[in-house]
């Protein structure tokens, strides 16, 4: 069965402090692997897509990175805005849309 | 960009009563759409895939009898809740599929906070 488990499940940081979070999954075959970031109350906020081993995408302080088993979301030096949930997701390839989430890293980032 | 609105954000209804969500795609048409539940501190529960002109995917244990979805055009999909009961309160989300070349990136809309009396 095609899990995606995320650790840790909270994360509390100091302004500044660099950390990573931990997405593990064991799919059958992977197509592309999703990074999302979910405010209180709203839909989830599109980042990252990671699509094979070795790739890595940033955009401000977030930077993706793959491997054959895992993925993870660096932040660095976050600020109190980067305060939210991170939901990583998987598509697994032979053609079906449906995508499974992870549970969620809920990061506070105080000042 | 890739915009996806959601209608109602918030909606209170009594027991016995149906609610219909709409989810546009505004700034790109959408195929596929998907609907979920979420329930507090729970990560996301596919419901079903709703693909443009053709019935709903459910996922096993949603009841398509009670969520109706119709997906009538690229830009917009609907889901029904009917004779809602406390149970169904939740928060409903959709996200409408890109087309790119490569990939299967959704889009999520606001979400629609549901609340049965």
């Known amino acids: 069965e095609d899990q995606v488990t995320q650790s840790p499940e909270a994360l509390r940081l100091q302004e500044g402090e660099s950390s990573s979070l931990n997405c593990s999954y064991t799919?059958?075959?992977?197509?592309?692997l999703f990074w999302y970031r979910q405010d209180p109350g709203k839909g989830p906020e599109f980042l990252f897509t990671?699509?094979?081993a070795g790739e890595e995408k940033e955009k401000e302080r977030l930077k993706a990175t793959l491997t054959k088993k895992e993925s993870f979301l660096h932040i660095t030096a976050p600020k109190p805005e980067d305060s939210a949930t991170y939901l990583c997701?998987?598509?697994?390839?032979?053609?079906?849309?449906?995508?499974?989430f992870g549970t969620g890293t809920k990061l506070q980032v105080i000042p | 960009g890739a915009v996806v609105s959601q209608h109602p954000s918030r909606v209170i209804c009594k027991s016995g009563t149906s609610v219909k969500i709409e989810c546009r795609s505004l700034?790109?048409?959408?195929?596929?759409m998907f609907w979920y539940r979420q329930f507090p501190k729970q990560s996301l529960m596919l419901m079903a895939t709703?693909?443009?002109?053709?019935?709903?995917?459910?996922e096993q244990g949603v009841e398509k009898d009670k969520f109706l979805i119709n997906h009538a055009s690229l830009t917009l999909s609907t889901l029904t809740v009917t004779s809602a009961h406390p149970e169904d309160s939740s928060f409903y989300i959709c996200?409408?599929?890109?087309?790119?070349?490569?990939?299967?990136?959704?889009?999520f809309g606001p979400g629609t906070r549901l609340t049965v009396t």
């Open positions: 996200s409408a599929r890109k087309p790119t070349m490569s990939s299967y990136e959704q889009y």
């Open positions: 799919v059958s075959g992977l197509r592309g």
């Open positions: 990671l699509y094979s």
């Open positions: 997701a998987v598509q697994i390839s032979g053609g079906y849309q449906k995508v499974t």
């Open positions: 700034d790109f048409q959408a195929t596929t």
């Open positions: 709703s693909n443009e002109g053709s019935k709903a995917t459910y």
